[in-house]
Antibody
Framework: EVQLLESGGNLVQPGGSLRLSCAAS????????ISWVRQAPGKGLEWVSV????????YYADSVKGRFTISRDNSKNTVYLQMNSLRAEDTAVYYC?????????????WGQGTLVTVSS | EIVLTQSPATLSLSPGERATLSCRAS??????LAWYQQKPGQAPRLLIY???NRATGIPARFSGSGSGTDFTLIISRLEPEDFALYYC??????????FGQGTRLEIK
């Protein structure tokens, strides 16, 4: 059974940092890209970042470019999202999600989400 | 960046009725469009991929159509569990992957 489990969400002050983790199981992890998608309270879905299966390709939304870094450890079946210089507008539930195949595609498996709150 | 515009913003229908949701892209996304359902407190669930293919386990009352810039999700006969938020998403031209703003399907 495919499972994705996010962790690391917390309350952090503006300008602070946080690292989210996405632990995967039930599939050949290194052959799939993994995306992070966020959802601010009461708002829609916003794609944040994606990393290829090998980790060699990484892409970001303009809203987080230069502040967030996506990485993965295929020996641990885990993807990370390092978030620096956090702003109030980064407050959201962060989901990791797996595509049907490849790097980017429709997202057929999602984690349950982890809440990041940026506030003083 | 490709902008996806969903309509209507809110759709009020009764169980048993037919629901038609629209997603329009600011430029062609070919058939690389997906539909998701989201219920309160839950992660999105993939319904349709590549415009018209039902994801695993999705009931046959859900169908998708369209290509290029205009897409439709149809729920043929609404069940009580179908009242939720629906999002479209494109992955033809990325980054960024983009989502529509959502359609809320509510019970009339």
């Amino acid at each position: 059974e495919v499972q994705l489990l996010e962790s690391g969400g917390n309350l952090v002050q503006p300008g602070g940092s946080l690292r989210l983790s996405c632990a995967a199981s039930g599939f050949t992890f290194s052959t799939y890209g993994i995306s992070w998608v966020r959802q601010a309270p009461g708002k829609g879905l916003e794609w944040v970042s994606v990393i290829s299966g090998s980790g060699g390709s990484r892409y970001y939304a303009d809203s987080v470019k230069g502040r967030f870094t996506i990485s993965r450890d295929n020996s641990k079946n885990t993807v990370y999202l390092q978030m620096n210089s956090l702003r109030a507008e980064d407050t959201a539930v962060y989901y990791c999600a797996r595509p049907i195949f490849g790097v980017v595609n429709a997202l057929d498996y999602w984690g349950q989400g982890t809440l990041v709150t940026v506030s003083s | 960046e490709i902008v996806l515009t969903q309509s209507p913003a809110t759709l009020s229908l009764s169980p048993g009725e037919r629901a038609t949701l629209s997603c329009r892209a600011s430029q062609s996304v070919s058939s690389y469009l997906a539909w998701y359902q989201q219920k309160p407190g839950q992660a999105p669930r993939l319904l349709i991929y590549d415009a018209s293919n039902r994801a695993t386990g999705i009931p046959a009352r859900f169908s998708g159509s369209g290509s290029g810039t205009d897409f439709t999700l149809i729920i043929s006969r609404l069940e009580p569990e179908d009242f939720a938020l629906y999002y479209c998403q494109q992955h033809n031209n990325w980054p960024p992957i983009t989502f529509g703003q959502g359609t809320r399907l509510e019970i009339k």
